[in-house]
């Protein structure tokens, strides 16, 4: 199922949620959405979903304008399923949850396959569980399988990992995965994480103040993002706007020395706070930046030391070992020498 | 003192051995009062989830109005429909005064406002993403009214348990409406009334301890209705 949503635009009330969103998802495609809390990826969600219309602009299912409402929109949403951020459950069993979508369209459950499902998202044996008592990672998967069991052709998922824990979220990314590759269904998926974005999907958006800043495929948003917002969104730490020159990249007041070449004059770098050590000396090396620096503050993260770095122009964020940064007696205030290798400099265009 | 054990004494009889006129009456007052809440039940389930789905101007305000006629006066509403259904009113060709079946369209109407207002709040009491949830599972408009009825059904049987209450212990319509007619419109209320003024302590007695039962049945049902819900 092919899903377009164009030039749409929603208000509740006085705030203006979507403003002339456009996206498209192709048909057996991964589609990540990707935004900050409360840029309207729910609202997005809830519109495919044909559960709200939108003010103005048009739903598309296959190219058609979906209806807003009825009994058209309601056999049009019997081909998908959304699965909200906060999934309710009935009162009764995780079988009976399960099942829900069957019988609303007048079809009879298969016992057999309502557990090869509970057993596909990793619920085997839950089906005579009370849906209530289940933790937030099952009732996520408990969810997930009710959708699918009625056989959509497109998946809708808010925040799927939002209530799972950090240890669980590996294992249902790989079912998403599998899921996905197994079912040959269209997914699009709503997050804010990045991380869950990349490991899933095969293309997407940035959804920021209601519209799409950036689409395309997941690396072409996360290595060259269109915004210094974008960058910073996606992860990148340490993002400065460049202007290129041969190897050079002029930042502000800041000369950094870059591997290659590029073909563009205007853009981003970014360094990972990893690539960056920190001395009390001049590092010698020439393909090392070493850039004279005040440590601001000091965050003790457990294994490592997040330092904040005052340079002339900008402040950079180094991470380093514990050991290193007590070996060097490091405290706010004290100057210090930040150096990082070209190579290590990343160069978002 | 004497004499009230002694008329307590006969009421017990009265009971025991099913005294057939306080049978008979016992019996009309619990159909009526079923016949008002079932058809309550019929009318305003449907209206009180109508209110709650859908969205509409001065819905808060509807709300008000129908929790503001949680407490209003039984002989009002008898008033009203006495005014509606006498002779020179406009339900006066349907000949229901007097009659156990104008009793009832009074009894509908008192218990109309306890009714919709339980019904709206026990709907508002499940939780907020059930229907876009039923929806986007495939439900149509009424299935997902009837799932999220069907989640409420505790709130559900409270609203109908009080609105029998409501209807089982009221007077002053029956009385109005019904004429507390021997063997026709006469219930347990407007019985004791009349005993009462009769001074036919023992056998109002007898009809008191039976209605006293059956509210709290009515209340012990409540209770554990309640507690369900929780």
Same mark, same amino acid.
């Given at each position: 199922m092919r899903l377009g949503l164009q030039n749409v635009s929603k208000s509740f009330g006085s705030r203006r949620v979507l403003d002339g969103l456009s996206m498209e998802v192709p048909e057996g495609g991964f589609f990540v959405l990707i935004g900050p809390?409360?840029?309207?990826?729910?609202?997005?969600?809830?519109m495919a979903d044909l559960l709200i219309g939108p003010d103005s602009g048009s739903v598309t299912i296959d190219g058609i304008e979906a209806p807003g409402s009825g009994r058209a929109a309601t056999a049009l949403r019997r081909r998908m399923s959304l699965v909200?951020?906060?999934?309710?459950?009935?009162?009764?069993?995780?079988?009976?949850?399960?099942?829900? +979508?069957?019988?609303?369209?007048?079809?009879?459950?298969?016992?057999?396959?309502?557990?090869?499902?509970?057993?596909?998202?990793?619920?085997?044996g839950y089906g005579d569980r009370e849906a209530n008592t289940l933790s937030g990672g099952e009732l996520q998967k408990a969810a997930l399988a009710r959708s699918l069991l009625p056989g959509p052709e497109l998946l809708l998922l808010d925040e799927p990992m939002s209530s799972v824990d950090p240890e669980a979220r590996p294992g249902l990314r790989a079912l998403l995965r599998r899921l996905h590759s197994g079912l040959g269904i269209t997914i699009v998926m709503a997050t804010h994480d990045f991380t869950d974005a990349?490991?899933?999907?095969?293309?997407?958006?940035?959804?920021?103040?209601?519209?799409?800043?950036?689409?395309?495929?997941?690396?072409?948003?996360?290595?060259?993002?269109?915004?210094?917002?974008?960058?910073?969104?996606?992860?990148? @730490?340490?993002?400065?706007?460049?202007?290129?020159?041969?190897?050079?990249?002029?930042?502000?007041?800041l000369r950094i020395r870059i591997a290659e070449p590029v073909p563009v004059r205007k853009g981003f770098v970014a360094i990972p706070p990893e690539a960056i050590s920190i001395s009390l000396e001049p590092v010698e090396g020439s393909q090392r930046n070493v850039i004279p620096a005040v440590v601001m503050s000091l965050e003790d993260t457990g294994w490592t030391c997040l330092v904040e770095l005052e340079l002339s122009c900008c402040r950079l964020t180094a991470r380093i070992t514990r050991e290193s940064a007590a070996d060097l007696g490091l405290v706010g205030g004290k100057s210090v020498y930040a150096s990082f290798k070209a190579t290590q400099v990343r160069v978002l265009q | 003192m004497d004499k009230l054990?002694?008329?307590? +004494?006969?009421?017990?009889?009265?009971?025991?051995?099913?005294?057939?006129?306080?049978?008979?009456?016992?019996?009309?007052?619990?159909?009526? *009062?079923?016949?008002?809440t079932l058809l309550a039940c019929l009318l305003f389930i449907p209206a009180g989830a109508i209110v709650h789905f859908a969205s509409f101007p001065g819905k808060k305000i509807l709300i008000s109005v129908i929790q503001a006629f949680y407490s209003v006066p039984t002989v009002f509403v008898g008033l009203v429909v006495f005014l509606l259904i006498s002779r020179t009113g406009p339900l006066? *060709?349907? +000949?229901?005064?007097?009659?156990?079946? +104008?009793?009832?369209?009074?009894?509908?109407?008192?218990?109309?406002?306890?009714?919709?207002?339980?019904?709206? &709040?026990?709907?508002?009491? @499940?939780?907020?993403?059930?229907?876009?949830?039923?929806?986007?599972?495939?439900?149509?408009?009424?299935?997902?009214?009837?799932?999220?009825?069907?989640?409420?059904?505790?709130?559900?049987?409270?609203?109908?348990?009080?609105?029998?209450?409501?209807?089982? &212990?009221?007077?002053?319509?029956?009385?109005?409406?019904?004429?507390?007619?021997?063997?026709?419109?006469?219930?347990?209320t407007t019985a004791i009334s009349l005993g009462v003024g009769k001074g036919e302590t023992a056998e109002s007695i007898a009809l008191g301890l039976i209605l006293l039962s059956i509210a709290l049945v009515v209340s012990a049902a409540v209770h554990m209705a309640g507690s369900r819900s929780r």
């Open positions: 809390t409360g840029c309207g990826k729910t609202t997005a969600l809830r909200m951020q906060r999934p309710f459950m009935l009162a009764g069993s995780v079988r009976r949850n399960t099942e829900y +979508g069957l019988a609303v369209r007048g079809l009879r459950p298969d016992r057999a396959n309502t557990e090869a499902m509970l057993e596909a998202v990793g619920l085997a990349l490991a899933l999907g095969t293309c997407g958006a940035v959804l920021m103040d209601g519209r799409i800043s950036q689409a395309g495929t997941l690396d072409d948003i996360f290595h060259r993002p269109a915004t210094l917002e974008i960058a910073r969104f996606v992860g990148q @730490v340490n993002v400065l706007s460049a202007v290129f020159s041969g190897l050079d990249a002029s930042c502000g007041g | 054990a002694e008329a307590f +004494g006969i009421s017990l009889r009265l009971i025991l051995s099913g005294d057939p006129t306080v049978v008979e009456v016992t019996l009309r007052t619990l159909g009526i *009062s079923a016949s008002a006066g *060709s349907l +000949g229901l005064l007097f009659t156990r079946q +104008g009793i009832v369209l009074a009894e509908v109407l008192l218990i109309a406002p306890v009714m919709l207002g339980l019904v709206i &709040s026990g709907l508002k009491g @499940v939780s907020a993403d059930a229907p876009d949830t039923l929806r986007t599972l495939g439900a149509g408009r009424i299935q997902m009214a009837a799932a999220v009825l069907r989640e409420a059904s505790p709130a559900m049987i409270s609203a109908v348990l009080l609105s029998f209450g409501r209807a089982i &212990s009221e007077v002053g319509a029956a009385m109005m409406i019904g004429g507390n007619i021997a063997g026709r419109t006469r219930t347990l």
